[in-house]
């Protein structure tokens, strides 16, 4: 789209009252003409040049008399606003001639928003690369561990929530406890756990101090661990596995996702001797 420019200020400038007052005539007449005119020197092939002003057609255009019309314009050439025959004054001060098209600004336009993008991609990068050199730093590596965590985690039956067990193991090492503590208590816990109960996250035994639980004392009866003969035995946490040792045979299945074990005589037994020995078993051999 073509265009000119107007200056602030110009629908109330001065000089469009004087031509009006010698043109005898309303000031906004004079200023729809004066836009004529600006509109005739804008489109002409010299631009600036409005000496193919039709009067009689703008005088249709703005269904004023052609008179009034011819007057204002006398009055405009009187007062210097069009010179040397119909040309605007001081056109080349007021409208900036380009020498670009509209096509070559849309090009500029173009090329300045790859600019910009090639310019956040290159920051993007940037800040990558300072993320890399920052993570290994900042990343706590296994052997950045707690003194004893890894010992803990292994023990542990339930594998929850690491990151907040290592949060959780590091505050109790700060309040005192030591490795050897955590791991006697959780021993004693998973010894003494009910079997109806879950077993809590690390990071819950540790935060709740569960390595500092006393063992209940045992009852009496099946509820607290009593065996069919009648004799009663200390809650553990074997019991699940002697109820399986005691009809289990070699070849009958074994829940070993269940027990948390592989059945007699497997290489990855972890049940201790001496309840194998209660049943006539041994680690080596069903």
């Excluded at 210097?80 to 007021?94: C, I, N, Q």
């Amino acid at each position: 789209m073509d265009w000119f420019r107007s200056h602030h200020g110009a629908p109330i400038d001065p000089k469009l009252a004087v031509v009006a007052r010698r043109a005898g005539c309303r000031r906004g007449e004079v200023a729809a003409v004066w836009w004529c005119v600006l509109d005739c020197a804008s489109q002409n092939v010299t631009r600036g040049d409005a000496s193919n002003f039709d009067i009689e057609a703008f005088s249709v255009t703005l269904d004023f008399e052609q008179d009034l019309v011819e007057r204002i314009v006398k009055a405009m050439c009187d007062k210097g606003m069009l010179v040397d025959g119909m040309r605007v004054a001081a056109w080349e001060k007021r409208q900036v001639k380009r020498e670009d098209s509209s096509a070559e600004r849309t090009r500029k336009y173009r090329d300045a928003q790859k600019r910009d993008v090639t310019r956040g991609d290159a920051r993007r990068e940037e800040k990558r690369e300072e993320e890399k050199e920052v993570k290994p730093t900042a990343r706590k590596r296994a052997d950045d561990l707690p003194f004893g965590f890894n010992e803990f985690w292994q023990a542990y039956p339930r594998k929850t929530a690491k990151p907040a067990a290592i949060k959780a193991y590091r505050r109790s090492l700060a309040k005192g406890v030591t490795p050897g503590q955590i791991l006697v208590g959780l021993e004693t816990y998973k010894r003494t756990k009910p079997e109806y109960a879950d077993w809590c996250h690390p990071a819950t035994f540790l935060n709740d101090e569960r390595y500092n639980d006393e063992p209940s004392a045992a009852g009496s009866g099946k509820a607290n661990g009593a065996s069919s003969d009648g004799l009663a035995r200390p809650i553990d946490g074997h019991d699940r596995v002697r109820r399986w040792l005691k009809d289990w045979r070699p070849g009958k299945p074994w829940p070993r996702e269940v027990l948390m074990t592989a059945h007699p005589g497997h290489p990855d037994c972890t049940i201790p001797q001496h309840i194998l020995a209660e049943f006539g078993f041994t680690k080596d051999a069903a």
